[in-house]
């Protein structure tokens, strides 16, 4: 009878879904290649075929998690019908990814992993954040042009911010310490740094 793993004939992603698993129950450090070969149902010799080591496994999972991310995003920005709807949208699409892809956003986020540690790796978080960079490009036009703050660092705050409200309020059990959904609080933090900004009106 063949292992598990092989069921669908593709132990390279066998191997990742395994370590998805063990990458949000334990973290990213908290398990061995041994044990990720086990839950696909391979020998630990098996694992090397595809992958030099467990960062290198993770790598993967994160490089998966992004291209993920990136079409979540794009997808979220069209939906948008004014640059303030698809910004809204993008915000949501975060909350929602680390929900629905917990591993994933574990194995991009907190695993230290260098978004340089390969072309593809870095292509795919590029293409993610400039959404988000498109977005914020948009949002802006109608500012002066010496008012209007730089489209990475405007993306890089509402990251920061979006990246803050999944962490403390979102991921586990954590949602319970806050009676406000994780999505209202994104966006009021969105709302007020818009305001600061002077992109959308003091009463909105």
């Known amino acids: 009878m063949p292992k598990a793993g092989y069921h669908h ?29 086990k839950r696909a149902g391979v020998t630990p010799a098996a694992v090397y075929r595809h992958f030099d080591g467990r960062e290198d ?15 979540l995003m794009e997808q979220a920005f069209d939906k948008g019908d004014t640059p303030l709807a698809a910004f809204e949208e993008t915000g949501r699409a975060y909350i929602a990814f680390a929900r629905k892809y917990p591993g994933h956003y574990v194995a991009m986020f907190e695993s230290g992993i ?33 008012r209007r703050p730089p489209p990475q660092m405007f ?3 509402i990251w920061a911010l979006s990246h803050g409200v999944v ?38």
């Open 9 to 37: 004939g593709n132990l390279k992603q066998a191997l990742v879904d395994a370590a998805l698993l063990l990458v949000n129950e334990k973290g990213p450090t908290g398990f061995t290649l041994s044990e990720a070969a």
């Open 114 to 146: 260098s978004l340089n540690r390969n072309p593809a790796l870095y292509d795919a978080s590029q293409r993610a954040t400039g959404v988000l960079e498109k977005a914020s490009a948009q949002l802006c036009l109608n500012l002066p042009e010496d």
């Open 167 to 204: 962490e403390l309020f979102t991921r586990g059990d954590k949602s319970t310490n806050c009676p406000i959904a994780p999505e209202d609080l994104l966006e009021s933090g969105i709302g007020i740094y818009l305001r600061g900004l002077g992109i959308i009106d003091a009463d909105r």
């Open 57 to 71: 496994l993770i790598a993967e999972c994160a490089l998966q998690g992004f291209r993920i991310f990136g079409d």
């Open 155 to 157: 993306a890089n705050h």
